[in-house]
T-cell receptor, first 113, second 112 residues
Framework: DAMVIQNPRYQVTQFGKPVTLSCSQT?????MYWYQQKSSQAPKLLFH???????NEADTPDNFQSRRPNTSFCFLDIRSPGLGDAAMYLC????????????FGPGTRLTVL | AQSVTQLDSQVPVFEEAPVELRCNYS??????LFWYVQYPNQGLQLLLK??????LVESINGFEAEFNKSQTSFHLRKPSVHISDTAEYFC??????????FGTGTRLKVLA
């Protein structure tokens, strides 16, 4: 089945130690998104790619970076994780922006020690 | 600027009873509205959406939502819930800019 896959499902890192989260899709969608979701809060958009065009939200910390080497893969890099970065990270895809359905992966839960 | 408010963080309801999950939004432009459901240990899945046309939209599993422009609402309803409907439900809005704004979610707990 076509889907959005996130690896790993659970990630533990140490304070300040760089970490990379991975997302892949078999839907061949143009747009890929990264969201941060903290407990009892709404998913918060960090950035998205439309093809290779990167779009950063104004309030996304510089500590967060992203790479999209090809249509299928997108990575979230956290350069120096702080305790406040512990959250669920959700990857999503859509064919086009704005009105289109977003397809979500199961998420990666990040713990920072 | 856009915002979405889901006033109820948790809604307990007995099986076969009706339920309404509330969603209100604010926006200065025309909007598109969505409801997503998140079952335990799974990603969010689209339940239904309003883009244009009929203000009443339905999902395949018996949920419906009505776009009410005057009240800026998009409440989700089901006349008779099942245990399997236990999940977290997120309302989302887009329009004017490229991004979705999600509400904080409502946890629906269906009791036997």
């Amino acid at each position: 089945d076509a889907m959005v896959i996130q690896n790993p499902r659970y990630q533990v890192t140490q304070f300040g130690k760089p970490v990379t989260l991975s997302c892949s899709q078999t839907l061949n969608h143009n747009v890929m998104y990264w969201y941060q979701q903290k407990s009892s809060q709404a998913p918060k958009l960090l950035f998205h790619y439309y093809d290779k065009d990167f779009n950063n939200e104004a309030d996304t910390p510089d500590n967060f970076q992203s790479r999209r080497p090809n249509t299928s893969f997108c990575f979230l890099d956290i350069r120096s994780p702080g305790l406040g970065d512990a959250a669920m990270y959700l990857c999503a895809t859509s064919r086009v922006i704005l009105t289109d359905t977003q397809y979500f992966g199961p998420g990666t839960r990040l713990t920072v020690l | 600027a856009q915002s979405v408010t889901q006033l109820d963080s948790q809604v307990p309801v007995f099986e076969e009873a009706p339920v309404e999950l509330r969603c209100n939004y604010s926006s200065s432009v025309s909007v598109y509205l969505f409801w997503y459901v998140q079952y335990p240990n799974q990603g969010l899945q689209l339940l239904l959406k309003y883009l244009s046309g009929s203000t009443l939209v339905e999902s395949i599993n018996g949920f419906e939502a009505e776009f009410n422009k005057s009240q800026t609402s998009f409440h989700l309803r089901k006349p008779s819930v099942h245990i399997s409907d236990t999940a977290e439900y997120f309302c989302a809005v887009s329009g004017g800019t490229y991004k979705y704004i999600f509400g904080t979610g409502t946890r629906l707990k269906v009791l036997a």
